[in-house]
């Protein structure tokens, strides 16, 4: 739980006021395609001005670009990993939860100016996965699609592979919640908060990179977060 002097913020908070927010900055592309967005600018997008009365922009919003998104049922929901791979995989939450997990506890930082600090985040490493489908010859990239039907995201394969990159299945103690992009969304922790996909349905490995949703408009495919870019990028 993000906490802004000891009191906890919940996220709930932001809740439809934001999803709102997201549409407006899909339609509007006077946007500030910018590192250095403020919670000025988060309060113009906001209609009820609740985020422009917090002292301290603590704590996660919620973010969708998909106007309304089901839950996933966690007993049916499914991953599938396929593409350029050996072995297409179609894997269940339990098969997921089999695999080993990993932890990360960064901070998470989005590009509209808020960040949360030193959160937990645990999953199986994409790299895992990618090592179980088996990659083939050809292929350099990795594309992930949204069960919201409409996010799209994408690395390249050297940056899929990284230790810091997972399917996360847990922040913050908890299993992912629907509002967080649950029941799996990835988590890549060198790079700003938009890389990391909600409501992750779909692995596909392709031979480039494919600009995903906000990318196509212009942000980088590179993301990353300062300080985070590998030495000889
Ligand atoms: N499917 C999907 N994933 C997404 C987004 C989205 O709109 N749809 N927004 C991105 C952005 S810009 C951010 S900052 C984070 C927000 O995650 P949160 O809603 O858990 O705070 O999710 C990222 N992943
Ligand atoms: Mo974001």
Known sequence: MATDGGRPIGR?????????????????????????????????????????????????RYFSVAGHVDKADPATYRLTVGGLVDHP????????????QTRITRDIVCTDGWSVEQVPVEGVRLA???????????????RFSCFDGVYTESLTLEQARR???????????????????????LYVAPMYFYKSAKWLSGIEVVEKVEPGYWEQTGWPVDAWLPGQEPADA
Do not use: C, Y
Not at 89 to 100: I, V
């Open 128 to 142: 895992d996965l990618l090592d179980a489908a088996g990659v083939q010859q050809g292929a350099a990239a990795v």
């Open 12 to 60: 709930r908070v932001f809740l439809g006021t934001l999803g709102l927010g997201a549409a407006a900055i899909a339609a509007a592309p006077t946007l500030q395609k910018t590192w250095s967005g403020t919670l000025g600018d988060l309060s113009q997008l906001d209609p009820t001005g609740v985020s422009g009365l917090l002292p301290n922009p603590g704590g996660f």
């Open 89 to 100: 995989l179609e894997l269940s939450l339990a098969d997921l939860r089999a695999m080993r």
């Open 163 to 185: 230790r810091d990159v997972l399917v996360a299945l847990r922040m913050e103690e908890k299993p992912i919640s629907h509002n967080s992009g649950g029941p799996v969304r």
